[in-house]
């Protein structure tokens, strides 16, 4: 039976608690400033339409999508990056930025060409409703382009962070989401004299900051102390990291479209039970996401400092960083439902809704409550915990079971056969998160995920 970890070792290593921090305040600032975008979406074009607010939530659906690819790709960079960085080998580390941005590229413009070119009939996925679908493929024309560029700067964001440049990565997101919430202000609203451009606004708004981050990305590579890809990298094969990059990345690509396509799911049950009900969903999509920036930065930060203790082949130290990391986890839960909690007055004034919508809001905040304990915790101990070490299979057959084999089949048959309640239906989509505590737990206490996959990389 392993002991519990005493106070001291839980909260008294300065330097862990330190660079944690370090690491995790940033990413976490990176992520709030990209879910500030989607609020400002929300609140702006709610303000004037219910039904363009809805319409662009569900567009953006798509880019959901594209995003859990692109997770995916970042994901296997970051397990392998961090503990080649631990060991010192700035080669290997090179060689699998360059994989990485092999594949969002082609993610990227996969993706672009669906948006806009496509955009219709990817929005009959999602809704019904004429006007959803005619407003929301007016947006995807226009913000399709911006998806040719997400999945390069991702990579540069991702390798930055690894390296120790994440100050850097969060000045990048955290102007260009201004810039981006600015432009969305003038071009929705048609102020400084431009024309109100309404979704077609927020749209072009999306695409001048994704040029701008990338952009930015690009320069900053050619600076002392950054890095940029080599170009025998980005068009030869590495045997040996191509394999283990393959091998981290199924799993996680696998578990990436079993949430990501279980998530848009979700999307299109609420969109198909009305305007009310997709207007309400869409509002506590946005502010989950805000209050889950917290957790996805735990994640990335703890992730980070595991991987590089197993890189270094300190076994122990990586266990005693993943408990740590662990009972973190849980705080972190409480303070989101809290917060969750905290935030549901001041949403309830400020977006504008109609009764039966304000209604339903209220009901789905008080189910995301308990929503964000789960969601805390399975984030940290999975995507960062586990992955570190290279354990990346779990989260792909646990979504499986909870998820697919539970959460959407109870969703589908609410919604298209017995035509429960919206909020009923919108808990069952919430079921999956909290179920799946005591599994991870379990897994997590035999120690799978104390592994070193690093090599002698030349």
Same mark, same amino acid.
């Given at each position: 039976m392993?002991k519990?970890l005493t ?12 660079h944690?921090?370090?690491?995790a ?7 709030l400033?990209?879910a ?5 979406d929300?609140i702006m074009?709610?303000?004037?339409s219910?039904?363009e607010m809805?319409?662009?939530?569900l567009?953006?659906? &798509?880019q959901?999508v ?7 790709v970042?994901?296997? !960079? ?7 960085w631990g060991?010192g080998?700035?080669?290997?580390v090179n ?5 990485g ?9 996969l993706?672009?060409v ?5 955009p #219709?009939p990817?929005?009959?996925?999602f809704?019904?409703v004429?006007?959803?679908? /005619?407003?929301?493929a007016?947006?995807l #024309? ?5 998806y040719?560029m997400?999945? &390069?700067s ?6 930055y ?6 100050n ?5 997101s955290?102007?260009?989401?201004v810039i981006? &919430? ?5 071009l929705?609203?048609? @102020?400084?004299g ?5 979704? #077609?606004?927020?749209a072009?708004a999306?695409?001048v900051?994704r040029?701008?981050e990338?952009?930015w990305?690009?320069?900053?590579s050619?600076?002392?102390?950054f ?13 040996i990291?191509s394999?283990?990059f393959?091998k981290c990345?199924?799993p996680?690509?696998?578990a ?6 279980g ?12 305007e009310?009900a997709a207007?309400a969903?869409s509002?506590?999509? !946005?502010? #989950?996401d805000?209050?889950c920036c917290?957790?996805g930065?735990l994640?990335? +930060? ?9 890189g270094?082949?300190?076994? /122990? ?7 740590r990391t662990a ?5 972190c +839960?409480?303070v989101s ?8 007055p001041?949403? @309830?004034?400020?977006v504008k @809704? ?7 809001l ?13 969601r805390? !915790?399975n ?12 354990d ?8 499986a !079971? ?7 089949p109870?969703?589908?048959? +609410? ?8 909020v009923?239906?919108?808990a ?5 998160e ?12 035999k ?6 996959l690093t090599?002698?990389i030349?």
């Amino acid at each position: 039976m392993k002991k519990r970890l005493t106070r001291a070792e839980l909260f008294g290593d300065k330097e862990f608690n330190r660079h944690l921090a370090k690491l995790a305040l940033p990413i976490a600032l990176q992520q709030l400033m990209l879910a500030t975008v989607a609020a400002a979406d929300a609140i702006m074009l709610g303000s004037s339409s219910q039904n363009e607010m809805s319409s662009v939530s569900l567009a953006t659906q &798509i880019q959901f999508v594209q995003n859990m690819f692109l997770f995916a790709v970042v994901s296997a !960079v970051t397990v392998l990056a961090a503990q080649y960085w631990g060991r010192g080998n700035k080669d290997a580390v090179n060689a699998v930025f360059c994989i990485g941005l092999r594949l969002n590229v082609a993610v990227s413009v996969l993706f672009f060409v669906g948006c806009v070119f496509f955009p #219709r009939p990817l929005m009959l996925i999602f809704t019904d409703v004429d006007t959803l679908v /005619e407003s929301g493929a007016e947006y995807l #024309r226009i913000a399709g382009w911006s998806y040719l560029m997400t999945g &390069i700067s991702q990579c540069y964001l991702c390798i930055y962070k690894i390296i120790g440049k994440q100050n850097h990565a969060a000045a990048i997101s955290s102007t260009t989401v201004v810039i981006n &919430i600015v432009m969305n202000a003038v071009l929705i609203f048609g @102020l400084l004299g431009f024309p109100a451009m309404g979704v #077609r606004g927020a749209a072009t708004a999306t695409l001048v900051s994704r040029i701008v981050e990338l952009v930015w990305c690009l320069v900053l590579s050619f600076l002392p102390g950054f890095m940029r890809p080599e170009a025998k990298g980005l068009f030869k094969r590495n045997p040996i990291l191509s394999h283990d990059f393959t091998k981290c990345l199924l799993p996680l690509l696998g578990a990436a479209l079993l949430w990501g396509v279980g998530y848009t799911a979700y999307s299109a049950f609420m969109g198909h039970l009305g305007e009310d009900a997709a207007a309400a969903n869409s509002v506590s999509a !946005v502010v #989950r996401d805000l209050v889950c920036c917290l957790c996805g930065g735990l994640a990335s +930060g703890g992730g980070i400092l595991v991987g590089e203790e197993l890189g270094k082949g300190e076994l /122990e130290r990586g266990k005693l960083y993943g408990r740590r990391t662990a009972v973190i986890a849980f705080i972190c +839960g409480g303070v989101s439902a809290l917060l969750m909690l905290a935030f549901t007055p001041g949403l @309830l004034a400020i977006v504008k @809704l109609t009764p039966q919508a304000r209604e339903y809001l209220l009901e789905m905040m008080l189910v995301l409550a308990f929503y964000m304990i789960g969601r805390a !915790v399975n984030t940290i101990i999975i995507n960062g915990v586990f992955a570190a070490g290279g354990d990346t299979a779990f989260d792909a057959y646990s979504l499986a !079971v909870t998820m697919w084999g539970v959460a959407v089949p109870l969703a589908a048959l +609410g919604t298209f056969v017995f035509h429960w309640h919206p909020v009923a239906v919108y808990a069952f989509t919430c079921l999956d998160e909290v179920g799946k505590i005591p599994w991870v737990m379990l897994h997590f206490r035999k120690y799978k995920w104390v592994k070193d996959l690093t090599k002698d990389i030349q």
